[in-house]
């Protein structure tokens, strides 16, 4: 199948080669031109501007828009929705807040443009472990691209099977599910990085309280010098809170047991502060997502051993580099 992709950054790029490995034809475009060179050395097939993916593509086309949230992704739908006809398919495979999407299928649909919005879950690791994808939008465009779908998701591979799911939609043990209407996929994926948030917050401040049970202000008999490096990776073998995470985690300290070179400065990305506005229009409490949250933008004003567990987190999934420390 034949896909546009737009922005090659550390994803869009993964995502065009992992799509070229299963046999689809990329045409790729990104305003750095030398990202664009490279993956046409890989076999994609390189164009110099937005109009350029829209003219070799054949009808229907389907245009899988890879940038981050906010105005460059909104500028480049609107732009596409200029280009692209009755038909054609735009996929908004970044991290959009759902309520955009809602807005853009409606204002695309007098054209007869499909939109589909994608969460897209795998970080830097996905080229060879595949994504996790929440799609939403009808159903027969999402049918449409189902090949391209299949080709980036991860598949069954090791993981057990659920007993109990004869009758659930097939796709989700494959890795990517149709959630629902157009802003759907987003939403799941705002809440499944809302739930990342606490779950790396528990971790974190975990390893803080191991880490200090050396301290000084302790009596002397109940004083540990743990070794943080070794407990992760013991609870890496059966433990219950073994998970992809711990296996980040236990990777950055053995490699570097005080994390010297973090700061602990934690960013985020948004669908922490939506997952909590969602929240509270439903009227669901939801104090350690919240509390996850927060402790994020503390971390921008004084950092503990927790922030920089959880930034090496962040760093190994995502490859997110901390920000500069706020001059104060």
């Given at each position: 199948m034949q896909i546009g992709v737009i922005g090659l950054g550390r994803m869009g790029a993964n995502i065009s080669r992992?799509?070229?490995?299963?046999?689809?034809?990329?045409?790729?475009?990104?305003?750095?031109?030398?990202?664009?060179?490279?993956l046409g050395k890989e076999g994609a097939h390189g164009v110099g501007s937005l109009q350029g993916v829209v003219q070799a593509l054949q009808t229907p086309r389907a245009v899988w828009v890879m940038l981050p949230s906010g105005r460059i992704t909104e500028q480049t739908i609107a732009q596409l929705g200029q280009m692209m006809e009755a038909g054609d398919i735009i996929i908004d495979g970044g991290n959009s807040n759902y309520k955009d999407d809602v807005r853009r299928a409606r204002e695309l649909a007098p054209k007869g443009i499909r939109y589909v919005d994608c969460g897209t879950s795998g970080g830097v690791w996905g080229l060879e472990r595949g994504y996790c994808?929440?799609?939403?939008?009808?159903?027969?465009?999402v049918d449409h691209l189902d090949p391209i779908f299949s080709a980036l998701a991860p598949g069954i591979g090791p993981i057990e099977r659920t007993v109990g799911r004869e009758g659930h939609d097939p796709r989700?043990?494959?890795?990517?599910?149709?959630?629902?209407?157009?802003?759907?996929?987003?939403?799941?994926?705002?809440?499944?990085?809302?739930?990342?948030?606490?779950?790396?917050?528990a971790m974190a401040e975990g390893f803080d309280?191991?880490?200090?049970?050396?301290?000084?202000?302790?009596?002397?008999?109940?004083?540990?010098?743990?070794?943080?490096?070794?407990?992760?990776?013991?609870?890496?073998?059966?433990?219950?809170?073994?998970?992809?995470?711990?296996?980040?985690?236990?990777?950055?300290?053995?490699?570097?047991?005080?994390?010297?070179?973090?700061?602990g400065v934690v960013d985020d990305s948004g669908e922490g502060r939506w997952t909590i506005e969602a929240a509270i229009?439903?009227?669901?409490?939801?104090?350690?997502?919240?509390?996850?949250?927060?402790?994020?933008?503390?971390?921008?004003?004084e950092h503990t051993f927790a922030e920089k567990v959880l930034s090496a987190m962040r760093f190994g999934f995502g490859g997110h580099v901390e920000p500069p420390a706020p001059i104060s």
């Open positions: 992992r799509l070229m490995r299963a046999g689809h034809s990329c045409v790729v475009w990104d305003a750095n031109a030398s990202a664009v060179q490279g994808l929440m799609i939403g939008g009808e159903k027969a465009a989700a043990e494959q890795g990517y599910i149709h959630a629902g209407p157009c802003g759907a996929g987003h939403f799941v994926k705002m809440i499944h990085n809302g739930i990342e948030y606490g779950m790396m917050q309280i191991l880490r200090n049970r050396a301290s000084d202000k302790l009596p002397a008999d109940e004083r540990f010098e743990l070794k943080v490096a070794d407990i992760a990776e013991v609870w890496r073998r059966g433990s219950v809170v073994t998970s992809w995470l711990l296996d980040l985690t236990a990777s950055a300290l053995a490699k570097d047991p005080t994390l010297e070179h973090f700061s229009e439903e009227a669901v409490p939801a104090d350690v997502l919240a509390a996850s949250l927060f402790t994020r933008f503390r971390s921008r004003q």
